[in-house]
């Protein structure tokens, strides 16, 4: 599985932005697909979990009830909608891939290149 993340820019607080991962490969609707952040100085930090049919979704504490996951396995992408951000959101966005339901980076078997996303106050 190849993937490819867009979407990130620079926004206001309170802002929205969708990023989207495009993936390349036959086994995509049989994986968990997740999305992580990086902020400068911080490790990598999970954001939230889809799994392989959609019908199991998981949020980090901190994006819940502004970020909403999806996946469309018609067209081999998975989206993350970002609502009411905040300057503390700010990060470099990946998605990944993985064939286990997990909150842990190392646990994936694929990753993005990453998009930046830039919340100003």
């Known amino acids: 599985v190849q993937l490819q993340a867009s979407g990130g820019g620079l926004v206001q607080a309170g802002g929205s932005l969708r990023l989207s991962c495009a993936a390349s490969?036959?086994?995509?609707?049989?994986?968990?697909m997740g999305w992580f952040r990086q902020a400068p100085g911080k490790e990598r930090e999970f954001v939230a979990v889809i799994s392989w049919s959609g019908g199991s979704i998981y949020y980090a504490d901190s994006v819940k009830g502004r970020f909403t996951i999806s996946r469309d396995n018609a067209k081999n992408t998975v989206a993350l909608q970002m609502n009411s951000l905040k300057p503390e959101d700010t990060a470099v966005y990946y998605c990944?891939?993985?064939?286990?339901?997990?909150?842990?980076?190392?646990?994936?078997?694929?990753w993005g290149q990453g998009t930046q996303v830039t919340v100003s106050s």
């Open positions: 990944a891939a993985g064939f286990r339901w997990t909150v842990v980076a190392s646990a994936y078997d694929y």
């Open positions: 490969g036959r086994t995509f609707s049989s994986v968990y």
